[in-house]
């Protein structure tokens, strides 16, 4: 195991958030917003909605919508429309300039993107509000040469005044994008399987009060710290190709590939939501992926589901493809979609 590092750091990602302060029933109804009834008319445009949803929130989320469902030029408009002139958006896997500052380095970001996989497009699912903090779950979809690819995406956004985003940071994995232009690439997953009975425990939920110990445990590589903690949640990650692990074996086996490919493991809290039915726990900072020279900026969302939740398991949202590919690689990559 590692020595944790967690204060100090000074990561060029930007300022690390303070762990938000979740709202509580009571909260919520002292300051005028009805926790079930906020945002209707954009419920129907997504699987769920929860949390404290203050008007600022439901603004963000019916543009976010809307630039899902937009197919015409407007669609590069429809999307800076999100952001306050000053914004920053995180983008992990990135050995240098993680950092996209202001309007337009982000016009000039989605353009890019566009231009190469034109019919991008999304759905939104699962939605967790907690006052300027957003997790907005989506369904990508793309057709990258010829091929149809789908996966799972959480949008993690910081609210100010009039619901624009003021700072965001995005975690999907990039690898399910590639694979059909790159059979070549590495599964690092591959082979990784249930063994033995399924858990039968289910431990209680995560608090944010456990975050510094599970931070611990994330740069400490101790796999065994994280997978005990959860017993009885199925695990949902990247690589499992829409499987879940439901052993202690199977989920240990998991995280061990995943520390095995990886050294100097710097991960900090960003920010913590709390809603019924799920806690989000979000991990950011660097790592060294195995055979590279240079850290690579890297980050995690943990989504618990509470007890009774939509499926009362522990999904893990990353990015793999920097874990198997580097920089000069991946660049060859996006090379293809040209």
Same mark, same amino acid.
């Given at each position: ?6 204060? &100090? ?27 079930? $009834? %906020?945002?209707?008319?954009? /419920? ?47 983008? =992990? ?11 337009? $380095?982000?016009? #000039?970001?989605?353009? %890019? ?7 991008? #497009? ?47 940071? /995005? ?7 590639? *694979? =059909? ?26 608090? =944010? ?19 005990? /903690? !959860? ?5 949902? $990650?990247?690589?499992?190709? %829409? ?13 061990? *590939? ?7 493991? #710097? ?17 950011? &900072? ?22 009774? %939740?939509?499926?009362? &398991? ?6 793999? !493809? ?13 090379? /293809?979609?040209?």
């Amino acid at each position: 195991m590692k020595t944790t590092r967690l204060a &100090g750091m000074g990561l060029a990602v930007g300022t690390v958030l303070a762990l938000c302060t979740i709202a509580s029933p009571a909260q919520a109804t002292e300051e005028g917003w009805d926790r079930a $009834a %906020g945002c209707a008319d954009a /419920r129907a445009e997504v699987s769920s909605i929860s949390g404290w949803v203050s008007p600022n929130a439901c603004t963000f989320i019916k543009r976010q919508i809307t630039f899902g469902k937009v197919t015409t030029p407007d669609r590069v408009g429809a999307y800076v429309d999100i952001w306050s002139k000053d914004a920053t958006l995180w983008e =992990p896997a990135k050995a240098s300039a993680p950092l996209l500052q202001g309007e337009e $380095a982000i016009r #000039r970001s989605i353009s %890019g993107t566009l231009s190469l996989i034109p019919d991008f #497009r999304f759905r939104g699912t699962r939605v967790a509000v907690n006052g300027p903090a957003v997790m907005f779950e989506a369904r990508n979809e793309a057709t990258v040469k010829g091929h149809e690819v789908a996966y799972d995406a959480v949008y993690r956004v910081q609210l100010t005044d009039g619901g624009k985003v003021v700072q965001g940071r /995005r975690y999907y994995d990039r690898h399910t994008l590639f *694979r =059909p232009l790159a059979p070549e690439l590495p599964d690092l997953f591959a082979g990784v399987a249930d063994g033995g009975t399924p858990d039968q425990v289910r431990r209680p939920v995560l608090g =944010p009060d456990e975050l510094v110990a599970r931070a611990k445990a994330w740069n400490n590589e101790d796999a065994q710290a994280l997978v005990a /903690r !959860l017993t009885g949640a199925p695990l949902s $990650a990247p690589g499992l190709n %829409g499987g879940t692990l439901r052993t202690t074996q199977g989920k240990l086996a998991y995280l061990n *590939r995943f520390f095995a490919q990886v050294s100097d493991v #710097r991960l900090e809290p960003g920010q913590a939501v709390k809603v019924n039915g799920a806690t989000y726990l979000e991990w950011h &900072g660097t790592l060294l992926p195995k055979g590279q020279t240079d850290a690579i900026s890297f980050g995690i969302v943990e989504r618990v589901d509470d007890t009774g %939740g939509v499926s009362n &398991g522990w999904t893990l949202t990353f990015d793999q !493809l920097p874990l198997v590919a580097d920089e000069a690689e991946i660049a060859e990559l996006y090379g /293809r979609l040209r």
